[in-house]
């Protein structure tokens, strides 16, 4: 089994900073596999990127995806107070399908 | 507009079984593939498996395999999760979500249902 741990647990910023959210992954998991989604309390997860680099439909250009192999990165270039959430990864390169432990954003 | 409608609450005892419905709208059923992923309360998401709509295909975790089925009714559109041998740790939220062109290789799971609520209590 694939194990994700994503990087920092909780991460506090101010509007208008940059995020960078890192996912791990203890074995290679090709690009075409590797998804990252939104989630407010009280809500469903949000589909953010998938396929490593792809943003979803209705997904603002400042959440962006890169990586590859084992490392891989979700960052959002401004923030915005809306954008507090956890965020958390998945893989479906082996299965089973597995998620991060996810990380929580904050707004100062 | 892509809908996913999920059933609705259940409260179970320990040693039984639920069936969770999650009915599809929206999109092409045959060439997409549904997941089921569960959340405890505060904890991670956690994959339970998923079904291929068109081969009928399953894939599911270890910590439920066994215990979970995952099937579909073409004629509504409508993809089940059975869980069976409950036990208090199966408590959560349960969600659907589908990749509506999963046959064209997009894992675009862009589309989840509002949740079902399992609880496990004697």
């Known amino acids: 089994e694939i194990v994700l741990t994503q990087s920092p647990g909780t991460l506090s910023l101010s509007p208008g900073e940059r995020a960078t959210l890192s996912c791990r992954a203890s074995?290679?998991?090709?690009?075409?596999?590797l998804a990252w989604y939104q989630q407010k309390p009280g809500q469903a997860p949000r589909l953010l990127i998938y396929?490593?680099?792809n943003r979803a439909t209705g997904i603002p250009d400042r959440f962006s995806g890169s990586g590859s192999g084992t490392d891989f990165t979700l960052t959002i270039s401004r923030l915005e107070p809306e954008d507090v959430a956890v965020y958390s990864c998945?893989?479906?390169?082996?299965?089973?399908?597995?998620f991060g432990q996810g990380t929580k954003l904050e707004i100062k | 507009q892509i809908q996913l409608v999920q059933s609705g609450p259940e409260v179970k005892k320990p040693g039984t079984s639920v069936k969770v419905s999650c009915k599809t709208s929206g999109f092409t059923f045959s060439r997409s593939a549904v997941q089921w992923v569960r959340q405890a309360r505060g904890q991670r998401l956690e994959w339970v498996g998923w079904?291929?709509?068109?081969?009928?295909?399953?894939n599911y975790a270890q910590n439920v395999q066994g215990r979970v089925t995952i099937t579909r009714d073409m004629s509504t559109s409508t993809v089940y999760m059975e869980l069976s041998s409950l036990r208090s740790e199966d408590t959560a939220l349960y969600y659907c979500?589908?990749?509506?062109?999963?046959?064209?290789?997009?894992?675009?799971?862009?589309?989840w249902g509002q949740g079902t609520q399992i609880i496990v209590s004697s």
């Open positions: 074995q290679h998991v090709s690009s075409s596999y």
């Open positions: 396929s490593t680099y």
């Open positions: 079904i291929v709509v068109d081969s009928g295909n399953t």
């Open positions: 998945q893989q479906f390169s082996s299965s089973p399908c597995t």
């Open positions: 979500a589908a990749a509506p062109d999963y046959l064209r290789g997009s894992y675009r799971f862009d589309s």
